[in-house]
């Protein structure tokens, strides 16, 4: 007899990598340092390129030069800076389609910025196939 | 028929566990599986006692359950249609696909492993690994499971929910880890299995007996890990927490009076300890040592060895204990272990040498708030006639006691040196 699984026809799930990182310390890193970093970065993302792996990825510019908004009773409220004031900021993100977590924990855990800061994995949420939006980037 | 109720009683205590880990791999949900192996069970209790205990009841049980949660889902989908348009939007996602036939008898071993692995995932929060490995591979309702560590039920209740969801949506895998991060998972899982252990030990009030039944669990699956090692060859970890669960609990019923008084190890009667575990836990820990280096549970079960083999209390090798010790805080350097060495070095050493230790550890204040490290420094003042220091150190240490056994044991202490003017 044949058994039937109830599990979902879809191969892999997509998660986004948040990358956190100490922005005063890659301040004061060597240029030599900030050299190394730069290719270890290009390296990685070359690497899960390859790998079929990666959907998306940027790195951002400093917490500094980020407004927060909001909306209040139809007013538009901006506020100089990130929205919570933590010692590590926001410093990129990779959008990777893996199969499952503890195939997304490693590719996480390869990200050169994960042995300097830390790398938050979210699942991405699953919406129905009608819903907007735009054609995927190359 | 009442004995029909306890045949499927006993063959439910007995193949739960593996029944729900075959369930969560085939059906691929925990939710699904739980329920559909409680109508199984539902399904024995009626059927059984007419038709007689199946041949292979596991067999016939996920057989049963894998059949019921078909149709249920089949059913919900035809109902939610309409009512869910996103639902059925996404309808193909939740298509029944053929798998590969299982056999009857699966390879049972490899999903209880997965279940293990699975529950213990370091992506959950370790309280939540903890009662999602004692509501699936235990025998523990969310009930006794909230009762044991003092929160109340629908706290438990949600943090379970919490876990399965983030087990469906993150979409944490149902396997066994690879080679390159078992060492690590595996280590993961002893945590879980160990804390449970010491919850039950740890006596902060609550309940006892389900304090005890937690004592049990953490062995059985101490055990279940061990059984499983066959499949994960060269790790002779598991062996080792066995060992220092078996040991440490050999002791069970001579730690508290009928009363429930702590008597503390150079008190207790040692004909009161179970022989059977020491004898197995010893055996287990010879072949742990002989294995592989020693890690935190294999050292900690050597200096539970230690105690288990003095026939009387003044036969205890305090010398070889100071040198587990220090071998300990040099794998895992914790201000617990370095009281412990001092605690070990007075009685190799003599109560003054001790104390030395002890009060650097006080200064330091790597312990603070914790009052077993004053009512250690009470203890060896008190062997060394310095009555007023070791009156001071029990109130500071009873100021800070939690649990009611460790209390009365303080205040009983305390009396005898300085008795309560009536």
Known sequence: MLSLTLKTLE?????????????????TATEADRNAMFAAYGDFTAGIVKSGHMVAGDALQPASTATTVRVREGKTLTTDGPF?????????????????????????????????????????MILPPDYPRPARRA | MNLDAQTVARVFAEERGRILATLIRVLGDFDLAEDALAAAF??????????????????????????????????????????????????????????????????????????????????????????????????????????AFLVPTITMAQRLVRAKQ???????????????????????????????????????????????????????????????MHLMPQRSGPRGLL????????????????????????????????????HEGLSLLDETLRAAPADTYALQAAIAAIHARAGHADDTDWGQIVALYARLFTISPSPIVMLNHAVAVAMSDGPAAGLRL?????????????????????DLLRRLDRRVDAVAAYREALALVGNEADRRFLQRRLAELDPPRA
């Open chain 1, 11 to 27: 191969p892999t799930m997509q998660y986004l990598l948040l990358i956190y990182g100490n922005e005063s310390a890659m301040k």
């Open chain 2, 358 to 378: 002890l009060d650097q550890l006080n200064v330091s204040g790597a312990l603070a708030g914790y009052h077993l490290l004053p009512a250690a420094r009470a």
């Open chain 2, 42 to 147: 539902e399904a024995a209790l009626h059927q059984w006692p007419g038709e007689g205990e199946p041949e292979k009841p596991r067999a016939w049980l996920i057989r049963t359950a894998r059949n019921k949660a078909i149709d249920d889902i089949r059913r919900s989908l035809v109902v939610d249609r309409k009512r869910d348009e996103i639902q059925s939007a996404m309808a193909p996602e939740h298509a029944f696909v053929p798998a590969p036939d299982d056999a009857d008898e699966p390879a049972v071993g490899d999903d209880l492993l997965r279940l293990i692995f699975t529950c213990c995932h370091p992506s959950l929060a370790v309280d939540a690994q903890v009662a999602l490995t004692l509501r699936t591979l235990g025998g523990l309702s969310t009930e006794e499971i909230a009762r």
């Open chain 2, 243 to 278: 060992a220092l669960m078996l040991l440490q609990d050999s002791r069970r019923n001579a730690r508290v009076t009928p009363d429930g008084d702590l008597v503390v190890l150079d008190d207790q009667d040692r004909r009161l300890w179970d022989q059977e575990q020491i």
């Open chain 1, 84 to 124: 919570a004031e933590t010692k590590e900021q926001l410093g990129g993100y990779y959008l990777v389609e893996a199969k499952d977590l503890d195939e997304a924990i490693k590719i996480a855990a390869r990200i050169p910025g994960a042995r300097v800061g830390s790398i938050e994995v979210r699942p991405v």
């Open chain 2, 166 to 228: 983030k087990i469906r949506t993150a979409r944490i895998p149902y396997q066994v880890p690879d080679e390159s991060d078992l060492p690590e998972r595996l280590s993961t899982v002893m945590a879980v299995i160990y804390l449970v252990f010491n919850e039950a030990y740890a006596a902060t009030s609550g309940d006892t007996l389900v304090r005890k039944s937690l004592g049990t669990e953490a062995i059985r699956l101490g055990r279940l890990l061990c059984d499983l």
